[in-house]
């Protein structure tokens, strides 16, 4: 399978994997907003750290076309980083984001505390699920172990 997004420094080129359902010449919300992390993920930090929010503004509809990636780190501290995400299309800002990065550390939780089993079988259990036939879902599979996906109620369904 072809990669949704290609990165090559600051430029991007994107495959007809990120178009979404409702036009093949313009990307769905999910694919711009994951290259929006993709890129926060790798902006240096002092400390290790991981994202904690996001907030995706999507400005322009985002074409199925090469993008430019611009970051800036707005604050930096030894307990958080705010950055900044900007993806362009020939110049013009398609896609903004804020990205709040916050200092990983070991946690230790009271004795009290146990950890949930998952109550469900796995994937190979499950039934296939009626797939989109955009390439919006196509390189995903549903496979329902509990209920079913579209389907009022509990539903437990691996993807």
């Known amino acids: ?11 991007v080129f ?11 010449r313009m990307q769905h919300g999910g694919a711009p907003s994951s290259l929006i992390v993709w890129a926060a993920e790798r902006i240096p ?3 290790p750290m991981h994202v904690a929010r996001l907030t995706v503004d999507l400005m322009r509809p985002v074409p199925v076309a090469p ?3 611009e970051t800036e780190v707005v604050r930096e501290g030894r307990k958080i980083q705010l950055c900044a995400i900007r993806l362009l299309a020939e110049g013009v800002e398609v896609v903004r984001a804020t990205v709040l990065k916050v200092r990983s550390q070991a946690v230790v939780f009271p004795d009290i505390m146990t950890e949930m089993a998952i109550d469900v079988p796995g ?3 499950g039934r296939a699920e009626p797939q989109d036939s955009s390439s ?3 390189g995903v599979s549903l496979r329902a172990v509990k209920g079913g996906f579209l389907m009022p109620g509990p539903a437990a369904i691996w993807f």
């Open 123 to 125: 994937p190979e259990a």
């Open 45 to 47: 930090s002092p400390q």
């Open 14 to 24: 994107t495959s007809e994997h990120a178009a979404g359902p409702w036009d093949t």
């Open 67 to 69: 993008l430019t990636i």
């Open 136 to 138: 919006f879902l196509g």
């Open 1 to 11: 399978m072809e990669a949704v997004f290609r990165v090559e420094q600051n430029r």
